[in-house]
């Protein structure tokens, strides 16, 4: 499976970005979806998570403020991220797994798309 994410960029604080991540290959084995993200000298964190059924997960920081969904007859899962914050900043990664829940341990990683929010 690979999975190839676009749309970050720079963006001033208080604007919007939508980060999509087309999958690839085995998506037969691909259950569960998610986004992680990385800033500078920080752990990697869950963002948000959705399954196969459309069920959704939202770290708290973000909540009301992103919305990740997927379409299953593109194979891509998109995280639409509103009103941003400097401290959205990271290195954002898209997550796939063939187990029941991404927070439960991605199988899969894609490479990263970089989001830069500037006050």
């Known amino acids: 499976v690979q999975l190839v994410e676009s749309g970050g960029g720079l963006v001033q604080a208080g604007g919007s970005l939508r980060l999509s991540c087309a999958a690839s290959g085995s998506i037969f084995s691909i259950y569960a979806m998610g986004w992680y993200r990385q800033g500078l000298g920080k752990e990697r964190e869950l963002v948000a998570a959705?399954?196969?059924?459309?069920?959704?997960y939202y770290a708290d920081s973000v909540k009301g403020r992103f919305t990740i969904s997927r379409d299953n007859a593109k194979n891509t899962q998109y995280l639409q991220m509103n009103s941003l914050k400097p401290e959205d900043t990271a290195l954002y990664y898209c997550?796939?797994?063939?187990?029941?829940?991404?927070?439960?341990?991605?199988?899969?990683w894609g490479q990263g798309t970089q989001v830069t929010v500037s006050s």
């Open positions: 997550a796939a797994t063939s187990g029941a829940w991404v927070p439960y341990g991605p199988d899969y």
């Open positions: 959705i399954g196969s059924g459309g069920d959704t």
